[in-house]
Each structure stands twice: as structure tokens, then as C-alpha cells.
């Protein structure tokens, strides 16, 4: 194989010669390259040589250490035996305690004290027998004896009433029954919501902007009614809020309190009322607040605040504005004219919420 290679070398080298030889300049050169004679290089005179460096002497080997000197390690020092320790006995157990006696049963008789009263006093009807008016259909009622004090169980007519309920026939009138049950029909609606779904209220206190914290009266009825006060945690010094702050916290809700001049037991034209919920929904920059978008705005009066039976209508109104599903069965004029029959005071004449 490389006895070939080297033939085709030569046979390119002198293939290569020839082409050059047909050229005239490269032949005359290849010719005076051939011809020319050799000339013997000859040093230049008067050079010294450089000087010879020596070689530089041996390095000294090192004695080996003697293996006579070697000093052995200790050998690591052994434990002394220990000596073996006589097996201990386990202890005996502890005696047995003697069985108790047992003990007699002693039949326990319950105390049944009377349930405290009710703020509410018993009405008293101007009546010959002191009996409610002619038209108030009473619920049935059952009067029992417990250890001297007399009590009254009223079985509730409503389908979904969770149980009896007793009160002290002594304390408790018609009127407290009447708003126990319809407290029971708002516990039992906002019973049904999640926290989520409770919504955000913005309390104006008859003024503008005039708001309210939690320690107001008006916050429980906000909370009773199954809302959130957006204003519940503001100091006493900053219940006086503005449009940014109303627009921040885009209330779902927007309850205002009015004087008596404007709703109230002497008030026949709703025009007054009407005037200002229209212009709470025109406030400049309220466009987008929830409240407006869904037109929840009411107005209360605020004779209602001033006692328990009024309170629970305001809750009622409350409720309903916020969850109309929930609570548009409920019908507040018939429950105007019922307090009125067991003895509360008369709602019936007059406006006391704006939409009513």
C-alpha cells in the first residue's frame, strides 16, 4: 500500500515538472536553479564562541534513617474486665385494692326555676274582661301547672316552627308572643345564609354622611338584620364621612333615618321621603356604588328606634330590602295593624319607611 502511494507521488511530481517546463519563464528558472553552482558557507573571522557554561554539580543524597531507632506504637490499652452483676429479681406487683362498695342510686328531682321576664309588659286591654279586642285570632294555648307557678305553652301554627315555647303567663301578653314569632321568622331566614352572602350597609343617621359605629344602637339593628356595618370600626371623631370614603367601600345597601317631619306617625304624603331617597341615588360619583346599581336605598323613621316593637319592624324592612326572596312573605302592614290589636304601640297611622 505505501510502495503505491509512493508511485503515484512520483508520477504527480513529474507531471508537475512537465507542465512547468512547457511554460517559458518557469523553465528558464527550473534550468538556472539545476545549473548553479553550489557555494560552501564559510564563518565569519574574529568570533569568539560563546563561553561553555558547566554542568552544575550533583545534588548530596541523604542518609537513610537507621530502621534500628524505629519507635513502634503503643498498642491501645485494653478495658479491664468488668465483673458481672447478679441478675435482680423483678419486684412483686402491688396488692390488689379492695373492691368499693357500691354506691345506691339516689333519684334526682329536677328544679324548674320560672324564666325571667320579658322588658315587654303585658298589655291591658280597655275591654270589659280584659281580654285582646274582637279580630286577633290568639294562638292556642295550654295552661300548666309546675310546682306552684302557672305557665303557658303556645303551640306555634306555623308549619315550620322548630318546637313549644313557654313563657310566664304572668309577664308575657298577646304582643309578646306576636313579636316572638316574627322574631323567629327573621332568625329563621338568615338563618339559611352563608357569611359570604351577607351584604354591607351604609347607615346615614339623619344627616348626610353621618354614619355609625359599633357601638351605636343602630349597628345591632344592622346586624340583626342580617348585614355588616361598613362603618363599624371608625372612632366616635370620625362618624362624619365623605363620597370617596362611600365609594371605597361600595355598600350593597344604603339605610338613612329621617325626623318624624318626614316619616313618622302624623306623615300622610310620602312626597318629602321621596325627594331624599332621590337624591341619595343621584349623588355625584355614586353611579357605581351597588346600593345605586340595584336601587336599595331606604328610609326609616326614626320613631321607630324608640321602641321594641318599632325595632323589630325596622329589622323586618331591613331584611327584606337586603333578601327579598327570603322574606316576601312577610307582610308588614298586617303587622302594623296586629301590634296595634295586642296592645303595642300604633303604627297603623302614618308612614314609617319609604319604600314601604
Known sequence: MQKHKRHIFHCITIFSLLILLSISGCRQRIIDVITEPEVEYTPPENVTPPPQIPDPPPEPQQPESPT????????????????????????????????????????????????????????????????????YQVPPILVEEVEGTPYVTIEDPSPEAAGDTTLDADGEGTLGLLLDHHVGILNRGLGSLFECQRLYVYFEHLADFHTVNRSSAEHSLIIDSGGFNAAARRGNDSLVVDEAWVQRQNPAVIIRTVSSGILGSNVIDISH????????????????????????????????????????????????????????????????????????????????????
Do not use: C, W
Not at 498498642?75 to 385494692?97: F, K, R, S, Y
Not at 379492695?98 to 329536677?110: D, F, G, H, L, N
Open 68 to 135: 534500628e531507632n524505629t519507635v513502634e506504637p503503643d498498642p491501645e490499652p485494653q478495658e479491664p474486665d468488668q465483673p458481672e452483676l447478679p441478675e435482680q429479681e423483678d419486684p412483686p406487683p402491688p396488692p390488689e385494692p379492695p373492691e368499693s362498695e357500691s354506691i345506691p342510686e339516689v333519684p334526682i328531682t329536677p328544679i324548674i326555676e320560672p324564666l325571667a321576664h320579658d322588658p315587654i309588659q303585658t298589655p291591658v286591654y280597655d275591654t270589659p274582661t280584659g281580654t285582646a279586642p274582637e279580630g
Open 273 to 356: 321621603a321621596a325627594v331624599l331617597r332621590n337624591e341619595v341615588l343621584e349623588r355625584p360619583g355614586f353611579e357605581n356604588v351597588n346600593a345605586i346599581i340595584h336601587r336599595r336605598v331606604l328610609l326609616l323613621s326614626n320613631e321607630l328606634l324608640q321602641s321594641y316593637e318599632g325595632r323589630l319592624i325596622a329589622k323586618l324592612h331591613i331584611a327584606h330590602t337586603m333578601y327579598p326572596t327570603l322574606f316576601g312573605d312577610v307582610n308588614l302592614t298586617e303587622l302594623y295593624t296586629e301590634i296595634a290589636a295586642a296592645g303595642g304601640r300604633d303604627y297603623t297611622r302614618g308612614i314609617f319607611a319609604f319604600p314601604n
